[in-house]
């Protein structure tokens, strides 16, 4: 079987918008926690940092990065287990295409004082850890509550959640990632043009 080629996009997209609105409705259920960031968005990899304070250039709007990227497609037989055999000698091919997905959130983290080289207080630290804990939670149920709504299967695509980290602050910014992998639809292999 093949693979439809706005598969990976569309599964990519629909990710990203589950786990924008998630985030958005937990900023209406708790006070004081940051909605989706202004800069949303699939990337075409791994996320540069470029952004977890700067609110898009208005006060008004939530400021950090939301991304989601494909980390690797590979064909599988036993999903989510990927396929390592030799494909061409039995004119079979696997039966799914899985793709990894990696959901990046950053937020700003309280860094030392460029002045006094002091570091940031025990209650900022732990407000920016509160923050991320609750992002951590929101992006974990985003996943575990959007996702089977995901596409035409029935009962929403095959997916397995995989390992959720806290990133380290780096530079001001710090968050979680959150790993995904999903079965893609399938369509039929394009039939060879038949020559003149």
């Known amino acids: 079987m093949a693979l439809t080629l706005l598969g990976v996009n569309e599964l990519a997209e629909a990710v990203l918008a589950c786990v924008c609105t998630t ?3 937990t900023a209406e259920e708790i006070p004081g926690q940051p909605g989706c960031p202004c800069r949303a968005c699939v990337v075409p990899g791994t996320p540069a940092w470029d952004s977890c304070e700067d609110p898009c ?5 939530t400021g950090g990065q939301l991304t989601v990227h494909v980390a690797r497609i590979f064909p599988t037989t036993d999903f989510p287990t990927e396929t390592r055999e030799v494909l061409g000698l039995k004119s ?6 899985a793709a990894e997905l990696v959901i990046t959130l950053l937020r700003c983290v309280p860094v030392a004082d460029p002045d006094t080289g002091c570091p940031p207080t025990c209650e900022e ?4 850890a509160r923050v991320i804990q609750i992002d951590a939670a929101s992006v974990l149920n985003a996943v575990l509550c959007c996702v089977p709504s995901i596409g035409t299967r029935h009962k929403g695509p095959l997916y397995v959640v995989g390992a959720q980290r806290t990133l380290e602050p780096q530079g001001g910014c710090g968050g979680i990632e959150q790993r995904l992998t999903v079965a893609l639809p399938n369509c039929a292999c394009p039939e060879p043009e038949e020559g003149p």
């Open 23 to 25: 985030l958005d409705q």
């Open 57 to 61: 250039g208005s006060s008004e709007e």
């Open 92 to 97: 079979c091919t696997p039966s799914r295409i």
């Open 125 to 128: 630290e732990a407000a920016a």
